[in-house]
């Protein structure tokens, strides 16, 4: 469940995790397809961002 994916794992294994896909992904491509690529995954996450927002906020108890 993507509601599930989004409070596991800490930032720095989000972070390697895209790092890894990333290299995966640039492996054989040419400079032009890499530059494409780039460009669909910030597209696709500015989409993202723009639906996060207009979901209704959550107010989570504070830890501490």
């Not at 640039?26 to 696709?44: C, D, H, I, N």
């Amino acid at each position: 469940e993507v509601n599930a994916m989004a409070g596991q794992g800490s930032g720095g294994m989000w972070v390697t995790t895209a790092a890894i896909l990333a290299l995966q992904l640039a492996e054989g491509r040419s400079a032009q397809e890499l530059s494409l690529l780039a460009a669909f995954f910030t597209v696709l996450g500015d989409n993202l961002a723009l639906l996060a927002g207009q979901l209704p906020q959550v107010n989570l108890p504070e830890t501490e």
